[in-house]
């Protein structure tokens, strides 16, 4: 059973700094991974999608790595901004049929002015 | 273009009450799902279909049921409410052309759902 497990659960830093998520997986047997964004009290919203076939995706000041093999998925958020305070979720899509997404927990992000 | 459209928004339920929450999504996808989260465990798969008249259970099917008569609409109904079912519910959809590939998912904005 896919386990996914992400560090730290909550984060707090000042404006300005780079800063690294980190997620990490069981089963190296994924179709792809995925980052998401959860403002509270509000949905998900979809930041990068990795193919298993990839190493990283980049969208503005987000950068996401997926090291397949060794289960290990990181996001990179380089000069944080209050409005990045949020959860982020890392969730990864098995390779068999017709698996849904499996979770993590989130890391709670704090980024203060 | 209006994506996952959830109702209600917020809903308090007493104990053996059953209610239906409604999904909704515009963009053709052919998988929908089900999810609930609650406090600081992460998201946890009710229900899901890979199309119309398809559904399959996921982690935490019981006490849940699902349809989907049409590829539009994938409501949830809670049949006994029960305390354990107090959570916040997300539905949310994706595509999946040929083969297995997944081209990300779209979620609703959630159901606040408390049973007392």
């Known amino acids: 059973k896919q386990e996914v497990t992400q560090i730290p659960a909550a984060l707090s830093v000042p404006e300005g700094e780079n800063l690294v998520l980190n997620c990490s997986f069981t089963?190296?047997?994924?179709?792809?991974l995925q980052w998401f964004r959860q403002d509270p009290g509000k949905g998900l919203t979809s930041l990068l999608l990795?193919?298993?076939?990839?190493r990283e995706q980049t969208s503005g000041r987000l950068n996401a790595s997926l090291d397949k093999s060794s289960g290990r998925s990181t996001l990179y958020i380089a000069a944080s901004q209050p409005g990045d305070s949020a959860t982020y979720l890392c969730?990864?899509?098995?390779?068999?049929?017709?698996?849904?997404?499996?979770f993590g927990k989130g890391t709670r992000l704090s980024v203060i002015a | 273009n209006a994506g996952v459209t959830q109702t209600p928004k917020f809903r308090i339920l007493k104990i053996g009450q059953s209610m239906t929450l409604q999904c909704t999504q515009d963009?053709?996808?052919?998988?929908m799902y089900w999810y609930r989260q609650d406090p600081g465990m992460g998201l946890k798969l009710i229900y899901y279909?890979?199309?119309?008249?398809?559904?399959d259970k996921g982690e935490v099917p019981n006490g849940y049921n699902v349809s989907r008569s049409t590829t539009e609409d994938f409501p949830l109904r809670l049949e006994l409410a029960a305390p354990s079912q107090t959570s916040v519910y997300f539905c949310?959809?994706?595509?999946?052309?040929?083969?297995?590939?997944?081209?990300?998912?779209?979620f609703g904005s959630g159901t606040r759902l408390t049973v007392v």
């Open positions: 949310a959809s994706s595509y999946t052309g040929q083969g297995r590939g997944v081209y990300g998912y779209t």
């Open positions: 089963d190296s047997a994924i179709y792809n």
């Open positions: 990795i193919q298993s076939s990839q």
């Open positions: 969730a990864v899509k098995g390779n068999s049929g017709n698996t849904p997404l499996v």
């Open positions: 963009m053709n996808h052919n998988y």
């Open positions: 279909s890979v199309g119309a008249g398809i559904t």
